[in-house]
């Protein structure tokens, strides 16, 4: 029998034919992104003065900007009271920004693990945009405390019940928003570095093209169903509704809006599973 002193070459690939990793695989490497996750977070707030204060800091700075400056100066209208129009609004905007600008430069930051072991690149861009839910969930507290503030006041624009409970799914459309977007600008930021400044520009034109300012009421009815295809315009005027219960919901838009972002994520998942195959080339 002949035998070959050559070592043995094995080459680990990832099923590039579906469009989304099997649950399976994303579930075996779930300690992977656990790590991910937890390094993420050191890094962010590793030699930080203030910590996860940040966290509240920024949001709660710009609420009292808007309400003092669009609330008392340009007297837009606002549904229900202004630091509540306002957090509520900033809260989900702060999550999405921070989320998308790390997220897209997941990969490129990632890069010296592509070379090394195979695991579902994936990884990269999800767990920049889970771990920016600890900054979220610490941010939301502050929301708690102002909605319990006007409930013990009695105000009458404040209305909790049930409706309140959609604060969840409407902040899963904002973290699938974020991941469909992420997966789209992580695998051209590898290709291309300059996109960091495309990122730039489109946050900052997204922020004035959702209803975190002013309230969606001013868009023309004619152009509100164009206006609701961003999946954020949505998902803000359903977090404010759900806190005051005033005026019906707007059903029909927020469906459009999560319509619009199940697009994006289908059309981001494609995307990214064809990037995968040369990711380590590129990078």
Not at 19 to 28: A, K, N
Not at 34 to 60: E, N, T
Not at 148 to 155: F, L, N, P
């Amino acid at each position: 029998m002949l035998t070959s002193d050559r070592p043995a070459h094995i080459t680990i690939r990832g099923d590039r034919r579906r469009v989304v990793p099997g649950l399976v695989e994303l579930w075996t490497y779930r300690e992977l992104l656990y790590f991910f996750i937890w390094r993420d977070l050191k890094v962010r707030y590793k030699q930080s003065i203030i910590g996860v204060g940040w966290a509240v800091i920024q949001p709660f700075t710009l609420m009292v900007l808007f309400t003092y400056f669009f609330g008392h100066f340009a007297k837009l209208p606002a549904q229900g009271p202004r630091p509540v129009f306002y957090y509520s609004a900033l809260l989900l905007w702060t999550y999405f920004n921070n989320a998308v600008s790390q997220a897209a430069q997941s990969v490129v930051n990632g890069a010296p693990m592509l070379t090394k072991v195979y695991f579902p690149r994936l990884l990269f861009p999800l767990s920049a945009v889970l771990s920016n839910l600890v900054d979220f969930a610490i941010a939301f507290m502050l929301l708690a405390g102002l909605m319990a503030y006007y409930v013990v006041q009695h105000a009458p624009n404040v209305h909790l019940g049930p409706q309140t409970l959609l604060i969840i799914p409407l902040t899963l459309v904002v973290v699938i928003t974020a991941l469909a977007v992420s997966l789209w600008l992580s695998a051209w930021y590898a290709r291309y570095r300059d996109i960091r400044y495309l990122v730039t520009f489109l946050l900052q034109f997204w922020m004035f093209a959702s209803p975190v300012m002013y309230p969606s009421t001013i868009i023309p009815a004619k152009l509100r169903a164009i206006y609701f295809l961003n999946p954020l315009a949505g998902a803000i005027e359903g977090m404010r509704w759900s806190l005051t219960g005033l005026s019906r919901p707007p059903a029909t838009l927020m469906l459009i809006s999560m319509l619009a972002v199940l697009v994006v994520l289908v059309g981001g998942l494609r995307h990214f599973r064809k990037f995968e195959g040369t990711v380590a080339d590129v990078v």
